[in-house]
């Protein structure tokens, strides 16, 4: 939108807007000075001022009042541990056994102590200034008379506290006589006397108060400006600090003895012990937590994690004990472990100072430090009695001088944050401008107040016309009403912009904003080529790269979709189509002429569609088509145009040309039925397809037997999928005959079988294939090895004429190294029966892995067990191998076997194998044998055992047991006259068929 230009004003009117303008200026500039005038009179001049006059005072003038300072006086003093001396007593004692001295350390000693001092001609009151003293009583000597008594709570007579201490009025006259004191003291107290005159116990009275109350008031005010700011600034260090500050106090008042007080008012004497015992305790505790959180990032650059919990141990355990001991062993452990919390934490503030070199750390880091140096000073004071510095350097200076660096470092880290502000708010001013993002602020009604310069860029001409120009007028009302909307819910929006030029895309923008009082603050991006690559991203998420029909995830969840479509009783029809010898063209001629015919498949096969089909990629050579609400007969033929269409042309690439085809498995969905089964469904019947049908095309329709066959395998698979316990399952047995001995064995196989829910027979390939598939054909097999173990033992008896009992392996189970372990262990725990057992493994199986196999047939014939090579002849490599597996029995395979008298070149396989195997010293079963007449062939070509419906059909256990040999399962005359036959003959007797059960773990047979 064009800006729009004011008319020019008419000469006069400019040249008193001129005039008005510089006399505006000449006054501004006026006021401008004198108030920069008085400024630095404010703040130069008067503070200047200030600080000289008081240092002139404080060098040059008179001090108010002379300074007086009481006499110390020598005194003799005995401790009375047992505390049962009376006044006499003790006057009897003192002369003679205590020399005069100037103080007495009581060592934390509890125990009464008894003074005498002279009382001079020019005092007429005497001080006993230890703060850690509790009870003063005197009396005069000889006489006994009683002066006076005072504790903490009460005094009589002439003694009365004073100060931190006591102080002794003597009456008039008394001069020249000797007192005499007992004093009781808890902790590290100090013993002296003091002589006042008038001035010293006026002045002492005097500054003991002044003092007091400058410390208390000045660090109270100083906690609660540290406290303000931090409730204000939401800072929970000042807060700790002004806790801290407030400890300080307390530290300095047990210091200067006036603890006794707080904020004016005296605390009961019953309160000053434990006042003084968690004081000390909060006070460490307090000292170490604000050094852990005031450096906390600098400690975690100077890394000693070790050290660090060390302190904090200490200081854990310093707060435990003032809980649990009496005050006096509560210092005796102070003593200890405050000078090791303090080196603690004293190495860890120079390690820090000296790496991070901060000025705010300097003062924090020197008001603590001052603080800790009392602490330790005390400490030594008091446990050593050490006490030259006692009177310059304790809690009470630290406090005042540790609040006066406090102060520094609030200072120094204000003046840190305004410089950072000012650095901040340059750099983004810089970033502002250079900001390739466009940046705007609008007004309530969509008026442009301000833009950066890329948002300038980003509008194009004419430039906008700040203040004037509104938001509609550039981009729209509909993205102004969506932008307060969105910006109300703290979105974002992406809206287009027509761009100028016939063929030009619309630009396509992002806007974010957020409101900053009545104005709008935000950004604006062009992201028309993103938006271009995500549409690109989000076609490829669904479509293949290469033909851009849609891809496996795109078919599924267009399947998905079509299925949560159906209703009851509608039904989709699905073709699942597979290109037949396209693997040769990418073997032969490689994948860029493979690509090119699934392009040329795809564009034939969508020239076939009606709009609402959807066809996919779902497989190297593999599509997938949806066609909803098409009947199966029509959608059959289209399926049957698909397969022409595929293969009715070839496919020219270059100079090459490529005959591809094409099967189709088509399948009729019902509502309910998940896209999973859906695809497996129609795969399936595209496998039927692909196995040989003159269309190429097989069709399932829902209510087709073949399509139940797989709803029930797919339901047998769902339920052994969820691990439930195996139920319905049992076991058959079908006899297998000796040819030398009819009568004279019982040899038979295993056969698993199961039923449903119903009692209805499931197919054993339906259940094989379902375990494989879920991974529990192991656990199937475990359930048959140990059942029949179990069922051997319980009929051994009446199964002497029993050689062996087959029972097959699937090929999972000898791959599952978990079955083998509890095979084994089975085996093992039926020693006694395992040698009827004979574990058949399938040719593939074995050859699969020889090394395996062999190891396999070694550790079963070591339990006693036999081991047989099942459908023998059905691979391509059997005989060269067969030298290299030990195994006791051979099954021919029964495809040999079958209608072998129609197939001559049948039987002379069967006689090569049956001589081979004798040679290698295994035995021979011939399966499926149907008839009599295929029976007596195998007899004469020299098979050791025959199994088949010739001989019985499989039967419940409970009747095999009921008869003594197979020979009495025979149902038709030819073969019981058979059976009589082969018996009077006189063959060779049965050789025992694998080796008497030997030791586990000793060798073979």
Not at 142 to 147: A, C, F, M, S, T
Not at 676 to 702: F, M, S
Request: proline share 5%; net charge neutral; hydrophobic share 50%.
């Amino acid at each position: 939108m064009t800006s729009r230009d004011p008319s020019p004003p008419r000469a006069s009117g400019a040249l008193r807007l001129v005039d008005r303008w510089a006399t505006s200026i000449r006054i501004t500039h006026e006021f401008s000075r004198l108030d920069r005038a008085l400024f630095w009179l404010a703040v130069v001049g008067i503070p200047a001022a200030l600080l000289a006059i008081s240092l002139g005072a404080w060098l040059r003038w008179a001090p108010t009042q002379a300074p007086e300072s009481p006499h110390p006086v020598a005194f003799r003093v005995l401790p009375d541990a047992q505390g049962q001396w009376d006044w006499a007593a003790a006057a009897a004692r003192l002369p003679g056994q205590a020399a005069a001295q100037q103080h007495l350390d009581t060592h934390l000693s509890t125990a009464p102590h008894w003074l005498s001092f002279p009382l001079g001609t020019s005092a007429q009151r005497w001080s006993l200034p230890s703060r850690h003293a509790t009870e003063w009583a005197c009396w005069l000597a000889p006489q006994g008379q009683r002066l006076g008594h005072a504790t903490r709570t009460a005094s009589q007579g002439e003694i009365a506290p004073f100060n931190a201490g006591f102080v002794l009025n003597t009456p008039p006259g008394e001069a020249g006589r000797t007192a005499l004191c007992r004093v009781r003291a808890e902790g590290p107290a100090r013993l002296t006397v003091e002589a006042l005159d008038d001035g010293a116990w006026l002045q002492g009275l005097q500054r003991f108060e002044r003092h007091a109350g400058l410390v208390d008031g000045g660090l109270m005010i100083l906690a609660g400006f540290l406290a303000l700011a931090a409730l204000i600034n939401r800072n929970v260090t000042y807060l700790l600090f002004a806790a801290w500050m407030v400890l300080n106090l307390r530290m300095a008042a047990l210091s200067g003895g006036w603890d006794v007080q707080w904020l004016g008012h005296r605390i009961p004497a019953e309160w000053l012990t434990p006042l003084r015992h968690a004081t000390v305790a909060a006070f460490f505790l307090c000292t170490y937590a604000l050094f852990r959180r005031f450096f906390a990032q600098e400690l975690a650059r100077v890394r000693h994690p070790r050290v660090l919990a060390a302190a904090g141990l200490v200081a854990a355990l310093n707060t435990g004990l003032a809980a649990v001991l009496p005050f006096e062993a509560y210092l005796k452990a102070t003593w200890v472990l405050a000078p090791l919390g303090i080196a603690l934490l004293v190495g860890l503030l120079a390690r820090i100072l000296w790496v991070t070199r901060s000025r705010v750390a300097l003062w924090w880091a020197a008001a603590i430090g001052v603080t800790l140096a009392a602490s330790l000073h005390e400490v030594v004071a008091a446990a050593w009695g050490y006490k030259a510095l006692i009177g310059h350097f304790n809690h009470v200076t630290s406090a005042l001088l540790a609040s006066l660096l406090a102060v520094a470092a609030v200072a120094q880290q204000i003046k840190q944050e305004r410089v950072a502000r000012r650095e901040a708010k340059a750099k983004l001013l810089q970033t502002y401008d250079a900001m390739p993002l466009g940046l705007f602020t609008v007004a309530r009604d969509g008026t442009w107040l301000a833009a950066n310069p890329a948002m300038h860029v980003l509008m194009g001409e004419p430039p906008l016309d700040l203040g004037h120009e509104r938001w509609a007028a550039r981009l729209g009302d509909a993205s102004w009403q969506r932008l307060i909307d969105a910006t109300a819910a703290g979105e974002a929006i992406e809206f287009s912009v027509p761009t100028p030029g016939p063929e030009s895309d619309a630009a396509r923008l992002m806007a974010r904003a957020t409101w900053a009082g009545d104005v709008l603050e935000g950004s604006l991006q062009d992201v028309t080529e993103r938006a271009k690559a995500t549409e690109r991203l989000r076609f490829l998420a669904e479509h293949d790269s290469l033909t851009q029909v849609l891809n496996r995830r795109g078919i599924q969840r267009a399947l998905e979709q079509a299925l949560a479509d159906l209703r009851a009783g509608e039904h989709l029809c699905i073709a699942y189509l597979d290109l037949d010898r396209f693997k040769l063209i990418n073997d032969l001629y490689g994948h860029p002429a493979g690509d090119e015919v699934l392009l040329q498949v795809c564009q034939r096969v969508q020239g076939l569609l009606s709009p609402g089909m959807t066809f996919g990629r779902v497989g190297g050579d593999e599509f997938l088509l949806l066609m909803p609400q098409l009947p199966v007969d029509l959608a059959a033929l289209l399926c049957q145009g698909m397969t022409t269409a595929i293969g009715q042309e070839v496919y020219r690439v270059g100079e090459r040309a490529f005959q591809v085809g094409g099967s189709v498995g088509l399948a009729e969905i019902a509502a309910g039925t998940s896209a999973k089964d859906a695809i497996a469904t129609a795969d399936r019947a595209c496998r039927a397809a692909k196995r040989g049908t003159p269309l190429g095309l097989v069709v399932y329709e829902h209510d087709a037997s073949d399509f139940a066959e797989h709803h029930a395998e797919m339901a047998l698979v769902q339920r052994l999928a969820t691990r439930q316990p195996l139920t319905g399952l049992f076991v058959e047995m079908q006899p297998i005959m000796s040819l030398s001995q009819p009568r004279g064995s019982l040899n038979f196989e295993v056969l698993l079988r199961m039923q449903d829910a119903d009692g209805q027979r499931v197919p054993v390939g339906r259940l094989i294939q379902a375990a494989e598939q879920t991974g529990r054909m192991g656990e199937v097999d475990r359930w048959v090895l140990a059942h029949v173990l179990g069922w051997l033992r319980q009929h051994e008896a009446q199964l002497t004429r029993t050689q062996f009992v087959c029972m097959n392996l699937s090929g999972s189970s000898l791959n599952d190294e978990r079955f083998l372990e509890d095979a084994f262990a089975l085996l093992k725990g039926h020693l006694d029966v395992a040698h009827h057992l004979c574990l058949e493994v399938t040719e593939s199986v074995a050859l699969h892995d020889l090394a395996n196999t062999r190891r396999f047939i070694h550790q079963v014939r070591q339990t006693g067990a036999k081991v047989a090579l099942d459908d023998f002849g059905a691979g391509y490599t059997s005989f060269s191998y067969l030298a290299e597996l030990p195994a006791d029995l051979l099954k021919i395979d029964g495809s040999f076997i079958v209608h072998m008298n129609q197939h001559p070149a049948h039987i002379s396989i069967v006689e090569a194998v049956v001589s081979l195997a004798h040679n290698l010293g295994m035995k021979t079963v011939a399966e499926w044998a149907e008839d009599a007449a295929t029976v007596e062939t195998l007899a004469e070509i020299g098979v050791d055992y025959v199994q088949g419906y010739a001989i019985a059909k499989p039967m419940a256990p409970e009747r095999l047991v009921q008869h003594a040999s197979c020979a009495d399962f025979l149902s038709s005359d030819e073969m019981r006259q058979l059976a009589r036959r082969l018996e009077t003959l006189g063959r060779t007797p049965d050789l025992v068929v694998g080796a008497a059960p030997s030791p586990v773990g000793g060798g073979g047979h």
